[in-house]
């Protein structure tokens, strides 16, 4: 029954953790809003620690509950890379040199990007999220915090 279950949900676009990962989506307006608009950084740390927070639980969620899906395999590490980045964007608006790390982040990113599109057409599976990948989330999230801090 758990391996049917588990099955059920490779191909299910509407689940707990994904719905988490949108969330984390919806908030990056928010949290450029807050640092660049506002120029609150106590709340913009307040929603990137609660957009850390959602990507922790959507992760254990999945995992627990056997909801992983292929979609989350691609649509978390989406949301992870553009909230690395909007963070990075805010601060450039306060510290210009800012935009090298910005600019080589994007390129690695789009580079990844285009790698990882290649491998999914040639065998057809979404690799899931490396622990290297969450210790540099988990890093610059922190950095990130305690700057706004």
Not at 15 to 41: A, G, K, M
Not at 69 to 86: C, E, M, N, W, Y
Not at 104 to 111: D, H, R, Y
Request: glycine share 4%.
């Amino acid at each position: 029954m758990e391996e049917q279950n588990m099955e059920s949900y490779e191909n299910r676009v509407l689940t707990i953790p994904n719905l988490l990962s949108f969330f984390r989506l919806c908030l990056i307006p928010v949290i450029i809003w807050l640092y660049c608009v506002r120029e609150d950084s106590l709340g913009t740390a307040a929603v990137l620690a609660l957009s850390g927070l959602t990507d922790v639980v959507d992760g254990r969620i999945a995992r627990r509950f056997h909801m992983v899906s292929s979609f989350g395999k691609a649509l978390d590490p989406v949301a992870d890379k553009l909230t690395q980045i909007a963070m990075l964007f805010c601060l450039v608006s306060r510290f210009p040199l800012m935009l090298v790390p910005l600019v080589i982040l994007t390129v690695k990113e789009i580079t990844a990007a285009v790698l990882n599109s290649l491998a999914i057409r040639k065998t057809g599976k979404v690799m899931g999220a490396v622990w290297h990948g969450k210790l540099n989330t988990v890093l610059l999230y922190t950095t990130h915090i305690n700057h706004y801090l």
